[in-house]
């Protein structure tokens, strides 16, 4: 305790200290300052120096109420004035987020003027220079020398405005200059012939590289958007109508590759718009009016060349903070896929069909590797990537299966793919190939039952049964997979492919029945001639028939009533329910009127039997369905 108050009485006379030691260096800068602000008169007397507070002894005990406050020292020192801010500047890196959106009267003078009076000043050289060139006052070498200085001289005079932060306006100088050398390189070689197409080509590939090199530097997104439309179009304006795909293709193919570089380390992805909207018109262009068949291989390599560059430009490209267009990526590869493949069928379908039908499978085989690249890749757009991969890989099987196969074979195609893809699915835990199955089986389901035409001549071994119960297997490991599964729409998508089992299974077996009468009666119209016992044999045929339908329906309802009370499933239950009340509609209703005497006597016999079967469980309770308030009163009774 006494080494407590101790210390305490030690740090009260620190402070008395320094209070002491501020106070005498207020007083002498007052001092100076009065000094200096009346040199003339000499002070009569100094200030004086406060002493410092006696301290006493650490051994002497003080209470501590006897301790005076120690107030704290006043603020005589003026507050120190801050700097005035800096105002802002357009080449300020911040600018763009600090200053406040643009007005339209703003835009209207900075934006639009800007561009009018642009184009007015070159509208107006252009008559002057055209006055010119009529009254030969200019020589074709003067007018092309005239435009590249001109030109030059554009670019060179953007950088003072860039420099002065009206980045808008140097830009459209920069804009006009690029323009200008390329119409002056074009009209130097195609009006004037004065350069060969080579010297004409490589000041064009200097211009461009010189402009994408200017934005790089600058960062300046539309400058590099200049340089690929100049690019692209220096082959449109080189243009002698004659076929070189090599030269041709090989410098767009460099193009594109520089425009993917160029994404690869600037966040500009609207640039893959430009490049792949150039490659496209040129590719269309050349194709439609010089694309002959000895030119498919080197054709066909191109667009593999391309197809592989803007492939790769979403797995490379960085993405841009607050990105616009986030889908860009996803639909640049859709549409790449597909012009690909277009272009690839166009070819290749003429000449062989079964090459295409591999060609489809490999590309599916690409989408696979190019889904297990993104995987491992972390950006916001991966995930989409990658199962935009698998769906276009699964798309393109979809699609080789018809390409190679034809008839019912199809459909079997398409519900083996089907069954793999469920497989893979519940394998690797995706959702998303379990939903693809589904598109799969669809398909093979829908053409089974509208379009497949089978010609079977046994009952049940047969394809179009086996057909049949490979489509019914693949709806169980849907339904097998799906309730695996916890979400609810899964397990309605269980019912449903159950559900489909059924319905498969009565018109399968419907049409077997179908086609066996029908074999019967066509054979009977060649054994016989129109006679009246020949009319009599086929009606008896016809009868069997509708007979044979009422006891596959009661056979098959009776088997749905065994299994849902084996299984204590409702839904099974509730399916035979259903199918014995049409099967009652049908007895009551049509087969009293057509089928004959013994048919028909045996068709109420075996619905009944069956109904008073059904009957008795129910009453039996099996399945403990009543309530105990109802059995205790049906036990009383």
């Known amino acids: 305790m006494d080494n407590q108050e101790s210390d305490l009485q030690t740090l009260r006379t620190l402070v008395r200290d320094l209070v002491g030691r501020v106070e005498r260096l207020e007083r002498s800068a007052e001092t100076r300052a009065t000094a200096a602000s009346e040199p003339s008169?000499?002070?009569?007397?100094?200030?004086?120096?406060?002493?410092?507070?006696?301290?006493?002894?650490?051994?002497?005990?003080?209470?501590?109420?006897?301790?005076?406050?120690?107030?704290?020292?006043?603020?005589?020192?003026?507050?120190?004035?801050?700097?005035?801010?800096?105002?802002?500047?357009?080449?300020?890196?911040?600018?763009?987020?600090?200053?406040?959106?643009?007005?339209?009267?703003?835009?209207?003078?900075?934006?639009?003027?800007?561009?009018?009076?642009?184009?007015?000043?070159?509208?107006?050289?252009?008559?002057?220079?055209?006055?010119?060139?009529?009254?030969?006052?200019?020589?074709?070498?003067?007018?092309?020398?005239?435009?590249?200085?001109?030109?030059?001289?554009?670019?060179?005079?953007?950088?003072?405005?860039?420099?002065?932060?009206y980045n808008l306006f140097s830009y459209s100088l920069k804009a006009v200059g690029v323009g200008v050398l390329y119409l002056s390189l074009w009209a130097a070689f195609q009006v004037y012939a004065?350069?060969?197409?080579?010297?004409?080509?490589?000041?064009?590939?200097?211009?461009?590289?010189?402009?994408?090199?200017?934005?790089?530097?600058?960062?300046?997104?539309?400058?590099?958007?200049?340089?690929?439309?100049?690019?692209?179009?220096?082959?449109?304006?080189?243009?002698?109508?004659?076929?070189?795909?090599?030269?041709?293709?090989?410098?767009?193919?460099?193009?594109?590759?520089?425009?993917?570089?160029?994404?690869?380390?600037?966040?500009?992805?609207?640039?893959?718009i430009l490049s792949y909207v150039g490659m496209l018109v040129l590719y269309v262009g050349w194709y439609s009016e010089f694309y002959r068949r000895p030119e498919f291989a080197i054709t066909l390599f191109f667009a593999t060349i391309f197809f592989a560059i803007f492939a790769a430009a979403p797995l490379v490209s960085r993405v841009p903070e607050g990105s616009s267009l986030p889908y860009l990526p996803a639909a640049l590869t859709l549409i790449n896929t597909g012009v690909y493949f277009l272009q690839a069928y166009a070819m290749v379908d003429e000449i062989d069909k079964m090459a295409m039908a591999w060609f489809a499978l490999a590309l599916a085989a690409v989408h696979i590797g190019l889904s297990r690249i993104v995987r491992r890749q972390q950006p916001a757009d991966a995930e989409m990537l990658r199962l935009l991969h698998l769906a276009l890989a699964v798309a393109l099987i979809t699609i080789a299966i018809p390409i190679r196969l034809d008839g019912h074979w199809i459909t079997v195609g398409w519900l083996v793919e089907a069954g793999v893809l469920l497989w893979v699915a519940d394998r690797i835990g995706a959702r998303f190939l379990h939903y693809l199955a589904v598109v799969a089986l669809g398909l093979g389901v829908v053409r089974l039952l509208l379009i497949d035409n089978f010609k079977v001549d046994t009952l049940l071994?047969?394809?179009?049964?086996?057909?049949?119960?490979?489509?019914?297997?693949?709806?169980?490991?849907?339904?097998?997979?799906?309730?695996?599964?916890?979400?609810?729409?899964?397990?309605?998508?269980?019912?449903?492919?159950?559900?489909?089992?059924?319905?498969?299974?009565?018109?399968?077996?419907?049409?077997?029945?179908?086609?066996?009468?029908?074999?019967?009666?066509?054979?009977?119209?060649?054994?016989?001639?129109?006679?009246?016992?020949?009319?009599?044999?086929?009606?008896?045929?016809?009868?069997?028939?509708d007979f044979s339908y009422s006891a596959l329906w009661m056979g098959y309802g009776a088997l749905l009533m065994v299994i849902g009370f084996w299984r204590k499933s409702a839904f099974f239950r509730w399916q035979a329910l259903f199918l014995i009340a049409a099967t009652i509609v049908k007895v009551f209703i049509y087969d009293v009127s057509q089928l004959d005497r013994a048919y028909r006597i045996l068709s109420f016999m075996i619905l009944g039997l069956l109904l008073l079967a059904v009957s008795f469980v129910y009453q039996k309770d099996w399945l403990k369905l009543s309530s105990p308030q109802q059995n205790d009163g049906e036990a009383r009774s």
Not at 111 to 135: C, E, P, R, T
Not at 204 to 230: C, F, N, W, Y
């Open 194 to 272: 004065l350069i060969p197409s080579p010297v004409a080509f490589l000041a064009m590939v200097i211009v461009t590289a010189s402009t994408a090199m200017l934005a790089i530097k600058q960062d300046a997104e539309i400058l590099a958007a200049i340089a690929l439309a100049g690019g692209f179009t220096t082959p449109l304006l080189l243009s002698t109508r004659q076929n070189r795909e090599g030269e041709l293709f090989s410098y767009v193919a460099l193009l594109c590759a520089a425009s993917v570089a160029l994404v690869a380390v600037k966040p500009w992805r609207r640039l893959l």
């Open 41 to 165: 008169q000499r002070p009569e007397t100094q200030a004086s120096v406060v002493p410092l507070a006696p301290s006493r002894p650490a051994s002497s005990q003080v209470p501590a109420s006897e301790t005076p406050a120690i107030p704290p020292p006043p603020n005589t020192f003026p507050p120190r004035p801050l700097p005035p801010p800096r105002p802002a500047r357009a080449s300020d890196p911040h600018f763009a987020k600090a200053r406040p959106e643009i007005d339209l009267e703003a835009r209207i003078g900075s934006h639009w003027l800007n561009q009018i009076g642009i184009s007015a000043v070159l509208i107006g050289m252009s008559y002057f220079l055209k006055l010119a060139f009529d009254n030969n006052w200019i020589g074709p070498a003067g007018r092309v020398s005239i435009g590249l200085l001109a030109g030059i001289g554009a670019i060179v005079w953007s950088e003072s405005f860039r420099k002065r932060g």
């Open 461 to 545: 071994l047969n394809s179009r049964m086996a057909t049949y119960i490979l489509a019914m297997a693949v709806l169980a490991l849907l339904a097998w997979f799906s309730l695996k599964r916890e979400s609810d729409f899964d397990r309605q998508l269980a019912s449903v492919a159950l559900l489909a089992v059924s319905a498969l299974a009565l018109v399968g077996l419907s049409r077997e029945i179908g086609d066996y009468y029908g074999r019967q009666t066509y054979a009977d119209w060649n054994a016989r001639s129109w006679t009246v016992a020949a009319a009599a044999n086929r009606h008896n045929i016809a009868i069997a028939e």
